[in-house]
């Protein structure tokens, strides 16, 4: 009986034939474990639940984070005040910020590995602790000589950044359901963008242009390091008794499915690999790249831009920055609940990227009109859009990736985002610098335009999604490589061609 349904070929492939009686059978519906995913077939392990301490980790991860981009920003929106408080050039001041983007390019791929290997508790404990430290080696380089110890300072804050910037997607993920991942994974990027803000407003106000009493600016700079570090010691404190590295059920399907998988099947080397063959990742790699290296550059640089314009505005200097984080801020929220609604990542990608493409536009030709009201609100329209990017590019970039890590994911996407940022720093303040920020902000805007059309080659196929749908479906999930694929429709179908 096996033999006339069958025979084995000389190449080791099956030829099928079936008795046409055979077809009018009804036959017996697929086991439907077999029809599972490979780790699903553990009833145990596709257990899913939520944990109030979600929101707790959330929380910690936030703050800390926020405070490490304050330490960020903190030097570039009073540039001329360090400038002649520690008696250097302007592109000493920008390397402040630039090294935070310099030391992100070497140490992301030993990063992404710790998170991989070590958890997200050991990733977490380094982030918070490195900045902590940093922040304390600050309060000594209150002096007019001592700039090298705050530049040392600056590089441990920046060594810190790199274990933190890469954690939203991966808490997002771990900790978070299906129908709330993007809006938790743009809440911690909003930690980050909040820092930016306030880096953007307190600055100003804790260190006055006081040109004529270096011994009261020093003062002053001391009161903001010292508040720095006391924040920062207290944040890694709570990172030590509240964040894990998941909890004991995991929270969605797509992440049971994960969790079950054997570990000595997971090979970072072959997951790097995975991504760079991934052409969507690459085209989105290359656009989150660009929109986030032009928000870095404009807040590194928008002291200058401003002060050019407008002289000894520096505390308006600091608000207007501070309208154009808080906007994005709203931003990140709004695009993170219209995701977890709509599922239309690449679309709003693609809309949020045109939109800050013309806020890119506006603010470049309103500049210089001499009206402060309207950079506000220019300002404002460019930061809801440009960095309400920010969570949407991790959220996608996860989406088309699944189920490589989400720590290596977006750990690359930083990378990118730090590369250009670099980039276009130097640049734009050299153009800035020679010509005006005119130039500078229109080398950005051209940018953004080629953004736009690498964002529009993307294909957008939502792995994740499919397979937290298949929770609905049961028995019919989508899988996220030819292997898991294949696996599927040999258990829907052979079994009964061999079990007769």
Known sequence: RRESGYKELSNGSVHITLDPKTLEQ????????????????????LETRLYWRRFAVLAVFSLYSLVNAFQWIQYSIITNIFMDYYNVSSIAIDWLSVVYMVAYVPLIFPATWLLDKKGLRMTALLGAGLNALGAWVKCASVGPGLFWVTMSAQIICSVAQ??????????????FGPREVSTACATAVLGNQLGVAIGF?????????TADDKDLMGHNISIMFYGTAGVSTLLFLLTIFVIKDRPPLPPSKAQAVLSTGPAEDYSYKKSIINLFKNKPFILLLISYGIMTGSFYS???????????????????????????VVAGMFGSIL???????????????????????????????TLNLGNLL???????????????????????????????????????????????GIIFTLI???????????????????????????????KSDLKRHGVNMSSINKGQAVSSSDFNFQCCLSSLFLPHQTSI
């Open 335 to 365: 695009c993170g609940i219209w995701l977890d609604r709509t599922k239309t990542y690449k679309l709003t990608t693609l809309i949020v990227y045109v939109l800050s493409f013309i806020g890119m536009v506006v603010f470049t030709f």
């Open 298 to 324: 404009v807040s590194t640089l928008l002291n200058q831009m401003i002060i050019t314009h407008y002289p000894g505005e520096e505390l308006n200097t600091g608000r207007i920055g501070l309208t154009l």
């Open 428 to 458: 734009q303040g050299q153009l800035t610098t020679d010509y005006g920020p005119l130039s500078g902000n229109i080398f950005l805007c051209a940018w953004i335009l080629l953004g736009i059309v690498l964002t529009a080659l993307i």
């Open 374 to 420: 309207v950079i506000f609100f220019t300002a404002g329209v460019l930061g809801f859009f440009m960095t309400g990017y920010l969570p949407i590019g991790f959220e996608f970039g996860v989406e088309i990736t699944y189920p490589e890590s989400e720590g290596t994911s977006s750990g690359l996407l930083n990378a990118f985002a730090q590369v250009f």
């Open 201 to 209: 407003l307190l600055p100003p106000v804790l260190v006055p242009n």
């Open 26 to 45: 009804e036959l017996p519906p697929p086991d439907e474990k077999e029809a599972m995913l490979p780790g699903e077939q553990n009833n145990e392990a």
């Open 162 to 175: 790199v274990f933190i910037l890469g954690l939203p997607s991966r808490i997002a993920s771990v900790w």
